[in-house]
């Protein structure tokens, strides 16, 4: 009867090794699968068909992190279930290389500081610092030096994110990578830039900036963290001129004392209303400054009236301004207070009642850093001589011990400072409402993260400061008239045009001038600062799409479809991509942002280096390998932090090695080609179909980790554990010539066709994670028979695998059979007998209606579990699908051999 029926293609099992080389197996598919192209943009298919991802450039820094396997991870998961439903996949990577971190790591890792005034080496060559080398003064390099250390160093800091990237599987594709700091990112910054100035959205001004001290440079709203620290509040009393009043201020920052220009308090304080309109008399230093009323004094803060000083924090800044009051600025771009006069008629702008012993004083603190200097002004509070009442010593109390928010860079270590500084800015805050609006047209996962744009455009309180006073970036292309005495012209910036593009001012010349000119009286100067990181990075997808250079590819690639991030950037990155999308087209820059959460150590802490608690990812993936490693990335939820817990790797590797002998089993299976037709396995295909449906749905609301873990939980208990087992006698039963009949055949060919339909679906559900031990089990046989060399550009799941396959008689049979084949086995186990061993007779007892509906697959069930006789008791009391068992009887033990 089979030589009239086509047989299905199995596999020698013994040809196939006794366990799964994960490392073997990976080598071999990433070189097939760079060799086919298999991850590689077709720019010829439509829009329509394309999937674009904006992929997150990581900072190239030199610290590989857990944290960067799993965040990258979970888009890869998404892309290749993209991939495996027909679109085109535009994958690129970039490496954002420029700005402050890969700074600092070049001044740490060589021990240099960049000075724009050394002459540039030729040909010099730097080599890490050693312990002893960090014991004297960093090496001073030039400007040209320093930017060729880091670039250098990068390169080599890419190889490594390079090689962590390929040996988790990434599918990028790499012929689409970029630098932030290459020719089309400067290009394409720049021309962001020119296209800014011409809409007015860009400007120049000399304010109050935060500033670091460290970096010397200006840092963004966006840029700037709270941290908790200990602080104290000083009680200090001030003197009112011409009168023996006085008050105290409990202030926790007596170091700006000598920048106090003014005095407030809430105008309903009734403790202080006497004092508006009149001169306080700083202590120390003797200066008459205004005491005005302001609404956002808080009378329960400290002591209800505060110094207002250039410049203590933002609202300082704000209340110089409204109250035009006087600059006096102490503290130097190096965290340093600087050298300053005062004197009777305040020439300088520092005004004293008694010059000599301001001067005095200040002497004291000059030159020294913040901490220091305000260590010293604690001691000089404390002699009487310095009070401006002659009550005895300024600081009236002993310090009081508080916890407060300071505000950092977040990439900094020492508190922020605000200076007055010239800068670029970018106007946002006369658009937020229109930011609002798109962030609305973007879909988030998860929703809830939607909110934290939300609150953060809300609360916007100052424009993008674009300009940064560092070195290794992309220019500013601008360039400065200068006058006839050589001072610049603000108002009239020259802007490099389009096609100049990219230019570096400190090199290139401005047109309608020579070099000749250059820092001359009547020529021109060039701005030295470079962007903030964020103003090229905020441009990821357009220097993917390459925008302006090809509007064309452009129109094809943007806005993208989606944009991976983390959620603590939410406020930086995709802020600063949405407003530059808005600002430059009126568009949304990406359909979808799918933001992943942190990795945290077992304790539930965030990684830190400083804490110690980092996990290092390279070593982590070369024990566990790579489908274990992007399985415990991709049971993560999106949004969600997890903490770290490498028992989860296990489990993935147990699966993987489940996957590879459960492949081996059905593939091993002969017999003839034949439809799934027996009730168990149209049960089971039901039940399958189910699955797929609710999987598909759950990827499209990207909820990825929702699929692998219903997957893996139908995987063992829908198929390894259950219809494997039951479907297994007969479809052993072609191979071992116990067919009678066509019948009997048929069911065979039946279980055989069901098994290999739960195999070839269930492995291309798994393929967006475990993309290896998927790829070498579909290439065994499914690779040919499906016409789709790699599983992962076969077609997903989905109503195809199921045509033509009728539904059940009941769509109840496949999880009855379940019920009865687990009330056997428990039974087996009740009685401490192998779930192997045979039984002779057994009684299966159920209510009437669950025996007359588990008949047509009994014959399954009592094959998986070797009972020869049973017989079925009707009990009333059970619930509908509940089985027990009674009476059984085991085959003696075998002997063994």
Not at 86 to 106: A, C, H, K, Q, S
Not at 156 to 174: I, P, Q, R, T
Not at 364 to 382: F, P
Not at 721 to 749: I, N, Q, V, W
């Amino acid at each position: 009867m089979s030589q009239d029926r086509p047989m299905v293609s199995a596999i020698d099992p013994n040809q196939i090794a006794k366990h799964f080389d994960p490392t073997d197996a990976q080598n071999r598919w990433d070189a097939r699968w760079e060799q086919d192209g298999l991850h590689a943009y077709d720019p010829s298919r439509p829009r329509e068909e394309t999937f674009v991802v904006d992929t997150p450039p990581p900072t190239v820094s030199g610290s590989l992190h857990i944290g960067h396997v799993f965040s990258y991870t979970q888009p890869d998961v998404m892309v290749r279930y993209k991939r495996m439903q027909g679109f085109n996949i535009f994958y690129p990577m970039g490496w954002d290389d420029n700005g402050l971190p890969t700074e600092r790591r070049v001044q740490n890792f060589y021990h240099v500081r960049c000075d724009p005034d050394t002459p540039y080496e030729e040909g010099l060559v730097l080599k890490p610092a050693s312990a002893k080398d960090r014991k004297s003064s960093a090496r001073l390099i030039s400007r040209k030096n320093f930017i060729e250390a880091c670039e250098s160093l990068t390169e080599v800091d890419e190889e490594a994110f390079l090689d962590l990237w390929k040996k988790v599987g990434l599918s990028v594709d790499w012929s689409l990578e970029y630098r932030t700091i290459g020719d089309r990112a400067r290009t394409l910054a720049q021309h962001s830039f020119r296209d800014l100035w011409e809409k007015g959205r860009v400007y120049t001004s000399y304010a109050p900036t935060m500033w670091d001290v460290d970096f010397q440079t200006a840092v963004a709203q966006a840029e700037v963290e709270d941290r908790s620290l200990p602080g104290a509040y000083h009680h200090v009393e001030f003197g009112v001129e011409g009168s023996d009043d006085s008050f105290v201020i409990a202030t926790t920052r007596p170091e700006l004392l000598p920048a106090c220009v003014g005095v407030t308090a809430h105008p309903e304080d009734e403790r202080y209303k006497h004092l508006f309109g009149k001169n306080a008399v700083t202590p120390l230093f003797f200066a008459p400054v205004p005491i005005f009323p302001s609404e956002l004094a808080d009378p329960e803060k400290g002591t209800g009236i505060l110094m207002v000083c250039t410049f203590g924090d933002a609202t300082d800044v704000l209340w110089w301004r409204d109250q035009g009051l006087a600059m006096r600025q102490v503290l130097g771009r190096a965290g340093r207070l600087m050298p300053l006069q005062f004197d009777a008629e305040g020439s300088e702008g520092f005004k004293s009642l008694q010059p000599d012993k301001a001067n005095a004083y200040y002497a004291e603190i000059q030159g020294k850093r913040v901490k220091q200097a305000q260590n010293a002004i604690v001691e000089l509070l404390r002699d009487e001589a310095g009070s401006a009442t002659g009550k005895g010593a300024p600081l009236c109390k002993d310090l009081e011990a508080i916890e407060h928010p300071v505000k950092f860079y977040e990439q900094g270590d020492t508190p922020l400072e605000y200076l007055p500084t010239r800068q670029w800015f970018a106007r946002l805050l006369d658009t937020k409402d229109a930011l609002l609006a798109k962030g609305e047209q973007i879909a988030w996962h998860p929703s809830f993260m939607h909110a934290r744009f939300r609150d953060w455009t809300e609360n916007l309180s100052l424009d993008w400061s674009l300009s940064r006073q560092r070195y290794f970036g992309v220019p500013i292309p601008v360039w400065y008239p200068l006058d006839a005495d050589g001072e610049r012209d603000y108002e009239n910036p020259v802007v490099a045009d389009a096609d100049q593009l990219p230019v570096d001012p400190t090199v290139d010349l401005p047109k309608g001038y020579d070099e000749s000119q250059r820092n001359q009286p009547g020529g021109f100067t060039a701005e030295a600062d470079i962007f903030d990181t964020w103003f090229t990075s905020s441009l990821t997808p357009q220097i993917g799409s390459h925008w302006v250079l090809d509007p064309e590819r452009h129109d094809r690639l943007f806005p993208a479809d989606v944009r991976p991030q983390s959620h603590e950037i939410i406020r930086t990155w995709a802020f600063y991509t949405i407003a530059k999308a808005m600002l430059h087209e009126d568009k949304v820059p990406w359909k979808h942002v799918m933001v992943s959460g942190w990795v945290l150590d077992p304790d539930r802490k965030k990684m830190s280096k400083s804490k110690g608690n980092v996990v290092t990812p390279v070593p982590l993936v070369e024990k566990h390998n790579a489908d274990s490693t992007r399985y415990w990335a991709a049971s993560a939820r999106l949004g969600v932090d997890t903490a770290f817990d490498e028992g989860v790797f296990k489990i993935g590797k147990r699966l993987v090695t489940k996957l590879f002998n459960a492949g081996k089993f059905v593939l091993a299976q002969q017999g003839p080609v034949a439809p799934v037709a027996s009730e168990l396995d149209l049960a089971f295909a039901a039940a399958l179909r189910r699955h797929v449906t609710q999987a598909t749905r759950d990827f499209e609301a990207f909820n990825y980790a929702h699929v692998l873990q219903n997957t893996e939980t139908f995987f063992w208990t829908h198929f390894t554990d259950t219809y494997l087992e039951l479907a297994k006698p007969r479809a052993r039963r072609f191979a071992d010539g116990e067919c009678e009949g066509e019948d009997e055949l048929l069911a065979s060919g039946s279980a055989i066709a069901g098994l290999r339909l739960g195999l070839g679906v269930l492995l291309r559900m798994f393929a967006p994670t475990l993309p290896y031990i998927t790829e070498e089990v579909w290439s065994w046989v499914f690779a040919d028979e499906k016409d789709a060399p790699s599983i992962h550009k076969a077609a997903w799941p989905g109503d195809a695998d199921f045509a033509g396959i009728p539904e059940p008689a009941n769509p109840a049979s496949f999880d009855l059979a379940v019920a009865a084949f687990t009330a056997i086995n428990k039974c087996k186990a009740d009685h401490e007998v192998s779930m192997g061993r045979e039984v002779d007779t057994l009684t299966l007892t159920a209510n009437a209606a669950t025996l007359e509906a588990v008949k047509p697959v009994l014959s399954d069930v009592f094959a998986a579990t070797r009972c020869h006789d049973h017989t079925l008791a009707e009990r009333s009391g059970l619930e509908d699908g509940v089985f027990e068992v009674a009476d059984p009887s085991f085959a003696p033990k075998p002997e063994k051999k």
